[in-house]
């Protein structure tokens, strides 16, 4: 992908001071400074270390982004912390306001969440309709049976009326360790697949989101994703990636 100029409408816009019809319009009267300079071209070009105020405010750097967690257990899916700690509490500090998270992971559940400053995408990674979908390896407390197994994949489990049968479930010869593939998203959907037969889920790990794996990822660290991985992304769910590919180096790993 071509890397573009980083534009003082790009800077403020991307930082939301103002609708963005308001920001060009600021810009041509004044409104914003770059390096104490006053400059009034929406296409100035400037660097994400350049000192820009707005309104006579300093406004910081930001940009979007799209960070992969590989959650530990004994974390919540939340944005405070309650029984447990929040997970938020592993992203960096600076984003924490601004990130949202794409659908939940259970706080004994290890494994791939993501989080990014864009609505519309966290939410439509996860709406059943854009079908996007997520691998899981568990193991459950006892082997399936064969007809469970069966009855899963073939029958579907009821969810409020909604029959929802996995893409893929494989078990492995011992029949309690099992990888499924699901593209829903309901509230602890595969503990209540398994434990409506009578089993229990003793481990649950997400290995896959889409396209994207843990690789060698620690439990606990993130990453943030690449121009690459995010436009893949963005346009898996019909949307365009909402930056451009700025050329200023970020740190991608704790
Ligand atoms: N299904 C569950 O039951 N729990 C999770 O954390 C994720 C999917």
């Given amino acids: 992908m071509k890397e573009e100029s980083l534009t003082l409408y790009d800077y403020l816009s991307t930082a939301k001071v103002a609708a963005k019809r308001r920001v060009i319009k600021a810009i041509r009267h004044g409104l914003a400074k770059v390096d104490g300079k006053v400059i009034d071209d929406p296409n100035f070009i400037v660097r994400p270390s350049s000192k820009i105020e707005f309104e006579g405010k300093e406004v910081p750097y930001v940009y979007h982004f799209v960070i ?3 959650k530990p ?20 500090e600076e984003l924490r ?3 949202i ?15 990014s400053d864009i609505g519309r995408l966290t ?37 409020d009326g909604e029959m929802i049968k996995p893409e893929s479930l494989e078990a492995k010869e011992n029949k309690k ?18 434990y409506r037969r009578g089993y229990k889920v003793v481990s649950l790990r997400r290995t896959k989101f889409a396209f994207l794996e843990l690789g060698d990822l620690e439990v606990g660290k993130y990453r943030f994703l690449d121009a690459l991985e995010e ?24």
């Fill in 97 to 99: 306001e601004r990130a």
């Fill in 123 to 159: 939410n439509r990674l996860v709406l059943p309709q854009y079908g996007v979908k997520k691998e899981y390896e568990l193991t459950l407390d006892k082997p399936i049976s064969d007809e469970d197994f069966k009855d899963i994949t073939e029958v579907g489990t009821d969810f």
């Fill in 68 to 70: 992969m967690l590989n």
């Fill in 177 to 194: 360790d099992l990888t499924i593939v699901l593209s829903q998203g309901k509230y602890h959907e595969i503990k209540r697949i398994f």
């Fill in 73 to 92: 257990k004994g974390y919540m899916s939340s944005s405070v912390d309650e029984k447990y700690p929040s997970i938020f509490r592993l992203i960096p």
């Fill in 231 to 254: 436009e893949k992304l963005y346009n898996l769910v019909g949307m365009e990636r909402e930056q451009k590919v700025f050329t200023v180096s970020r740190k991608t790993t704790k």
């Fill in 101 to 115: 998270l794409s659908g939940r992971l259970d706080q004994d559940t290890e494994g791939l969440i993501l989080f």
